[in-house]
Every structure is written in structure tokens, then in C-alpha cells.
């Protein structure tokens, strides 16, 4: 097990010292999300090919904060609804930032951006095929990590809850059993609102927190990526210092037996 000195999160062979990954969508301005990317102390960041055309040189000052910032990029096919669509945008995402991750994305419901399972699998599939190095958003059913784990992706993302709720971990059975039947990193990846919610993932044994919508949207992003990657910390050093079991019945925290009995004199 990692030792509190040496507790990097290993993706696809390559260590990182940060456990928070951070999304760049949705900041009031391209300042505000240096700033919090900064103070998060993240090593990768999230982009999306359809939110700005680098190819044209749109959104200069975006992408050099980006370029400065000295984080791995993790481009994302978010908005892709088919593997075709999906496999397509991220081979223009390994041209255009010169880098075989990919945040694979595809979703299947418009209400509640239900990734597509099904279509999800067969882009993972020949995307590693291809070489890639494949992060897939997924929901948290067994079934459908061990196919991707199957399929050649190292690491697995499932949702704590829909994108953008803030609902938190929603059904903590589902999670709990992804973490004792997957020996891949699980990355809670979508629907966490509050840094409490972070910590309580990394408490049960989850290797890293994914987030856009909680920092984003703050009133001040930069204080609220703080507060995640303090919590970030907080949970994984409880996951490693070990909970104390929850129990039914109370139990004293100051022993009576073999302690001295202290006695007053002359009263």
C-alpha cells in the first residue's frame, strides 16, 4: 500500500503526485480558472475539442494558460453521441495536442447525460486498439467496468452521480462494490457539489476526483478548488490511516477497567 510519503496515483504507468483532476469549461474568465487550477495543485486538466478550435487560433489566451499551466492535457469527446463521433474527435485530439490521452465520453441520454454503455465499450475497444490511453466516463455498473478493464482501459471513471448535480455519491452500494471487485484506479468522475462529497470518496478507497461544474460555478472558483484538494487529501489520508468500524451500540472512548480510582480526602 502507498505510504502517506509516497502516494502517487498511477495512471497507464505514469505517477501522479495530485489526486485532483480539474475540468476548464464554465469559468467567468480565463484568469479566474488559472488561478484555480493553481491552487488545486492538479497535474491534469480537461479540455474539450469543441469548445474552442485551436487548429484556428481561437481562444489564444485559453490555451497558453493551459500551455503554462504545466499540466498533462486529458482532451474529452464530451458531446459525442455515437462511437464513431467519439472515436473521430479523439483522433483529432491526439493531432492537434499531441498526446494519446483521452477522456472517452459517449453519451446516450439527453436528460440526464447518461453515458451509452454500449457504444462507450465498442470506441474503448478500438481506441486502445489504436494506441490510445483510454479514461472512460461511465455509470458505476459492474458489468460494464469489468468490459471496459477488459477492453485494455487502466483506469475506469464512473459518475458519483449525473454531470453538473451536485448530487454527490448516489448509490454508495453500486461504488462500494466497483472498488472491492476492480483492481484498476477509480476516478469519481461527475455529480460531486461540495468538498465533503470528495473526501467522502476518497474514504472509501477511490484513487482521484474529477470535477468542473462544483469550481467553476462557485462565487470564487480559486477558494473553492482549494477546498476540494484539501479535501481530496484529507479523505485519502483517512483511507489509508484506516475508519474505525461503525458500531450499534455505544462504546466508552475512556476505559474504567485498570484505571486508578482518585478519591477525595476529609469530605
Not at 458505476?140 to 449525473?162: E, F, I, K, Y
Request: with cysteine; hydrophobic share 40%; net charge negative.
Amino acid at each position: 500500500m502507498d505510504t502517506l510519503h509516497d502516494d502517487t496515483l498511477t495512471l497507464y504507468d505514469e505517477a501522479f503526485a495530485s489526486r485532483f483532476l480539474l475540468g476548464t469549461a464554465l469559468y467567468p474568465s480565463p484568469t479566474v480558472m488559472q488561478e484555480a487550477i493553481r491552487v488545486a495543485g492538479c497535474e491534469m486538466v480537461t479540455l474539450g475539442l469543441r469548445r474552442q478550435n485551436p487548429a484556428a487560433g481561437d481562444g489564444d489566451a485559453f490555451w497558453q494558460i493551459l500551455r503554462d499551466s504545466g499540466c498533462r492535457l486529458l482532451p474529452n469527446t464530451a458531446g459525442c453521441r455515437s462511437a464513431r463521433e467519439a472515436i473521430t474527435l479523439a483522433q483529432m485530439s491526439r493531432e492537434l495536442f499531441d498526446t494519446p490521452w483521452i477522456k472517452l465520453e459517449v453519451i446516450g441520454d439527453d436528460y440526464n447525460l447518461q453515458p451509452d454503455p454500449f457504444g462507450l465499450l465498442e470506441a474503448a475497444r478500438e481506441l486502445v486498439d489504436q494506441g490510445f490511453k483510454v479514461l472512460p466516463y461511465c455509470t458505476d455498473d459492474l458489468v460494464l467496468c469489468q468490459r471496459l478493464r477488459d477492453a485494455g482501459c487502466q483506469a475506469l471513471m464512473p459518475w458519483g452521480s449525473p454531470i453538473g448535480t451536485g448530487r454527490g455519491l448516489m448509490n454508495r452500494y453500486a461504488l462500494e462494490t466497483l472498488r472491492q471487485r476492480l483492481d484498476v484506479p477509480l476516478i469519481i468522475d461527475a455529480g460531486l457539489g461540495a468538498p465533503s462529497q470528495a473526501a467522502e470518496a476518497m474514504e472509501m478507497g477511490f484513487d482521484g476526483v474529477l470535477l468542473n461544474t462544483a469550481v467553476a460555478r462557485a462565487h470564487r472558483p480559486p477558494l473553492m478548488a482549494e477546498a476540494f484538494a484539501e479535501a481530496i487529501r484529507a479523505g485519502r489520508k483517512a483511507y489509508l490511516a484506516g475508519l474505525m468500524q461503525q458500531r450499534q451500540t455505544a462504546s466508552p472512548s475512556t476505559p474504567t477497567v485498570g484505571q486508578p480510582f482518585w478519591h477525595r480526602e476529609g469530605g
